[in-house]
């Protein structure tokens, strides 16, 4: 489970009602006191129509533009930007309006700060330590520095606030559509579902029916297709980046209204989960701002050698180690393909395409090689799993309201990484007494890093299971020859 970035903090101590604002299907839903999320008000069942936001409350472009003359003219002279880039200069438009706008209650909900991959400073970004999520930080701050850049006319052209047009304002406005939004038919952007984007994140995938067919034998050459039935294909693995996007909500026309229903049985008092899609860790960093400790739809992908993706039709992104440390169906297949003599793959082609072990001498190359790809991939990151579990405890610490700590005493005890954050973050610290406290910017810098180490573990964490997994696997192969133990 998961929550989404900023969500309202409400401190009813009684439950609040919703049926003022949405009608009779809103009954089945409450506020928990003093915490985030939605809670079913009374058992609900799965499937059941659990609430119901009419078109009028949406927050959307086309509502915008149709009711101010000129904020469309100003984007009609702009057609160029994105949707999304446009959706977001109107919700800065409307929050420069303040107490004239009929959506300032609803803005003043909105959260004041968020922490998706865009708003990582160089320090959280190196954090992530691995290659391909450093690049990934450091595209979407790229990204959003040159979408504000592509805007700011239209921005200066409808005379916004000065601090209306920076890029601190822009990122926190880029967050709230990235974060918030949800899908309508009509415009790529989406649209802002008061209450409906209270729900925090279940993932897809545990427990539940796929919705989705993958084509397994559009990829596979046809000499090397199985013969027969290609169901054990079919369950044997996930491509999730094939499925498609699950959804617990959409807007129905007939009923003009974005309406949500439970994905599961809820009873009284229990949180109502919403899944937004199949999302890996690092996806639901970018565009939510939070992670998943049990994340079913999470993967690390092994860099393999040019060959290995020649001798055979899967996708790149099909093969990965899926976040229980197990290879993929499709690298399962091809390193098995990959370790067969060139001279032989054809003939044994179809025995790898249906999932099976070509021999035990294959299996065991096949497992060693991928033991010792992810030991590499371990022993290249700057700290280890253990190191990182023992720094969160100290950001933990550190974090404590009624932990106070004086500077020297932080130093001597975690030292390493958090001295470089501290040094870092200089300007920001300072001493009350003699202990230490943190301003406001340095703390919600700490909560990135926190988030960039917890993600550095888990990505760890399926690679160490990985290993484990290979040497399960080899010795449980009926081999004498195969020595007990870690796999050299």
């Not at 008000?41 to 409350?57: H, Q, S």
């Not at 699950?246 to 989960?273: H, I, M, P, W």
């Not at 958090?418 to 700490?446: H, I, P, W």
Request: charged share 25%.
């Amino acid at each position: 489970m998961g929550s989404r970035n900023g969500n309202y903090r409400l401190n009813n101590s009684k439950p609040f009602s919703l049926s003022q604002l949405f009608g009779p299907f809103s009954h089945r839903l409450s506020f928990p006191g003093g915490r985030r999320g939605l809670a079913a008000a009374r058992d609900l069942t799965k499937g059941e129509l659990i609430l119901r936001v009419p078109k009028t409350a949406l927050f959307t472009t086309e509502c915008l533009l149709k009711s101010d003359q000129k904020l469309s003219l100003a984007v009609n002279r702009h057609l160029f930007l994105s949707p999304s880039q446009i959706l977001i200069v109107c919700l800065l438009y409307e929050v420069g309006k303040g107490k004239s706008s009929r959506w300032y209650t609803y803005l003043m909900l909105l959260p004041r700060c968020y922490e998706i991959l865009a708003t990582f400073g160089p320090f959280e970004k190196q954090a992530l330590q691995v290659d391909d999520a450093i690049w990934a930080a450091e595209k979407a701050v790229s990204k959003a520095e040159s979408e504000w850049k592509q805007a700011i006319k239209l921005m200066e052209e409808l005379k916004l606030k000065p601090q209306l047009l920076s890029f601190r304002a822009w990122l926190w406005a880029s967050a709230t559509v990235s974060s918030r939004t949800m899908h309508i038919s009509w415009d790529e952007a989406g649209c802002l579902c008061p209450v409906g984007d209270l729900f925090n994140y279940a993932a897809p995938g545990e427990g539940e029916e796929s919705i989705g067919i993958v084509d397994v034998e559009g990829w596979m050459p046809a000499p090397c297709l199985p013969k027969g039935d290609t169901t054990d294909v079919l369950d044997s693995e996930k491509f999730n980046d094939h499925l498609h996007r699950l959804t617990d909500g959409r807007f129905e026309e007939d009923v003009n209204s974005y309406c949500f229903y439970a994905r599961n049985n809820y009873k009284r008092g229990k949180q109502v989960l919403l899944s937004y899609g199949t999302y890996t860790n690092l996806e639901l960093l970018e565009h939510y701002g939070f992670l998943l400790n049990e994340n079913p739809n999470d993967k690390v992908f092994i860099s393999l050698e040019p060959g290995m993706y020649s001798c055979c039709s899967w996708p790149r992104e099909s093969q990965y180690v899926d976040q229980d440390g197990k290879p993929s169906f499709a690298l399962l297949s091809a390193l098995r393909l990959w370790m067969t003599p060139a001279n032989q793959r054809r003939s044994v082609g179809h025995l790898a395409y249906s999932g099976h072990q070509l021999s035990v001498d294959n299996e065991i190359s096949v497992m060693k090689w991928l033991s010792n790809n992810c030991c590499v991939m371990l022993n290249s990151l700057p700290t280890s799993k253990e190191e990182d579990a023992l720094l969160l405890c100290a950001i933990d610490k550190i974090q404590d309201i009624n932990t106070a700590m004086e500077p020297e005493e932080v130093l001597s005890d975690f030292g390493g990484e958090v001295c470089t954050f501290l040094e870092n973050y200089d300007v920001q610290c300072r001493q009350t007494g003699a202990k230490l406290a943190l301003s406001r910017k340095t703390k919600l810098s700490m909560q990135r890093w926190k988030l960039a180490i917890q993600w550095r573990l888990r990505y760890k964490k399926i690679l160490a299971d990985c290993i484990s997994y290979c040497d399960y696997t080899v010795n449980c192969l009926p081999n004498d020859n195969v020595r007990t133990g870690r796999i050299k």
